[in-house]
């Protein structure tokens, strides 16, 4: 089978093809980095305009690259949330439209489903049921996954996601947009011990998580002058890791039947993130498994295998593009079931 997966939920617009032989058969991502670099952060209103502007084009390009129509289709997998409105419409749309043109069954996929399935697309011989850890530019949490559509959340954040510490940390130390990158970047020139920084939340029986704190002291060691800009770099990464192990550590108490640990999101394609979960895992005797850092950050590969994995699936034309979709609406303690 054959599915033309479509993401616009942030600040990429990304279509793929991806077979059910996990084949990428075609794929391009056009990043807005450059549109939004001057505002430090995403600009709404501008990224759903960008959206607009390329996808159509995209669309007709990676099928000609694959040399296939969309009659060839299985299905159209768009995300349909959660994420910035505007963008998230500009992709659904289109998807419902190709679907109604065409005949085509549309499937309509949440974007953290696309993360938290694309280990996967990557790997054949990953296997549910896995602990999941989700680190996104939106979304820290940890999650137990027992198929698609079988997703239980044991941790979340109570303030900031781990992608958005890295952003907001590189903004405070001007190394520019996006962050993570730029972070793990300037920390390789860095001592991860010179900067004394907290490790919020760290010795709480409860996994959740929390980064405000952790922004704030690095705002506070930039102010006071005394330290070399890798060095807060490196002592942040340092940090945020540690944060992270420890939360995962009182999770996986919970989760003592599972032999495979997932990560996945933005902040997945960290080397020193990975490298720490990977001991965690070696630990608990489990199995570690991270996408290719490709397929870490925002792509449409990991929404059409989405699609894949749930080929049938024959959306409604009217269903409804939404800002906010929990993968686990039964355990959201800080902000309750709501979409
Ligand atoms: P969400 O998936 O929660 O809706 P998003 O789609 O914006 O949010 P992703 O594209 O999955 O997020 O991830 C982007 C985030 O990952 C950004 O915060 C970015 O700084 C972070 N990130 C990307 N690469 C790295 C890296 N090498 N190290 C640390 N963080 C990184
Ligand atoms: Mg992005
Ligand atoms: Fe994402």
């Known amino acids: 089978a054959l599915v033309l997966g479509i993401e616009s939920s942030c600040d990429e617009t990304a279509v793929a093809l991806v077979d059910s032989e996990r084949r990428i058969v075609a794929q391009r991502i056009a990043s807005q980095d450059a549109e939004h670099a001057p505002f430090g952060g995403v600009v709404p209103e501008i990224a759903a305009r960008a959206h607009a502007e390329?996808?159509?084009?995209?669309i007709e390009g990676v099928l000609?690259?694959?040399?296939?129509?969309?009659?060839?289709?299985?299905?159209?997998a768009a995300t349909?949330?959660?994420?910035?409105?505007?963008?998230?419409?500009v992709g659904l749309v289109s998807a419902k439209a190709l679907a109604m043109a065409t005949d085509t069954p549309l499937i309509a996929i949440n974007h953290l489903e696309g993360h938290a399935l694309s280990p996967r697309l990557a790997d054949e011989t990953i296997a549910f049921p896995y602990a999941l850890l989700l680190v996104s530019g939106g979304h820290c949490q940890i999650l137990r996954v027992d198929g698609v559509g079988e997703y239980r959340r044991l941790a979340t954040t109570?303030?900031?996601?781990?992608?958005?510490?890295?952003?907001?940390?590189?903004?405070?130390?001007?190394?520019?947009?996006?962050?993570?990158?730029?972070?793990?970047?300037?920390?390789?020139?860095g001592d991860a011990s010179a900067v004394p920084l907290p490790r919020p939340m760290v010795g709480s029986g409860e996994p959740h998580f929390s980064f405000a704190g952790l922004k704030s002291a690095v705002l506070r060691a930039y102010d006071s002058g005394k330290y070399e800009t890798a060095d807060i770099a490196a002592s942040f990464q340092q940090a945020a890791v540690d944060c992270v192990t420890d939360r995962l550590r009182i999770a996986l108490a919970n989760m003592t039947d599972l032999k495979t640990l997932v990560v996945a999101?933005?902040?997945?394609?960290?080397?020193t993130v990975r490298g720490a979960l990977e001991a965690l895992a070696?630990?608990?005797?489990?199995?570690f498994a991270a996408p290719p850092p490709r397929l870490c950050t925002d792509n449409a590969a990991m929404i059409a295998w989405a699609g894949i994995e749930r080929l049938g699936q024959d959306d409604p034309l009217d269903i409804s593009a939404r800002p906010r979709w929990p993968l686990d609406p039964e355990a959201d303690p800080v902000r309750g079931a709501g979409v």
Do not use: Y
């Open 54 to 58: 390329r996808l159509a084009p995209m």
């Open 64 to 76: 000609a690259d694959a040399g296939v129509g969309l009659a060839d289709c299985d299905a159209i």
């Open 80 to 89: 349909a949330g959660p994420g910035l409105i505007g963008g998230v419409m």
């Open 158 to 189: 109570i303030d900031d996601a781990l992608g958005e510490a890295f952003d907001k940390t590189a903004k405070i130390l001007g190394l520019g947009f996006p962050g993570g990158p730029a972070v793990e970047r300037t920390a390789k020139d």
């Open 265 to 271: 999101g933005g902040v997945a394609a960290n080397a």
């Open 282 to 287: 070696a630990d608990h005797a489990m199995r």
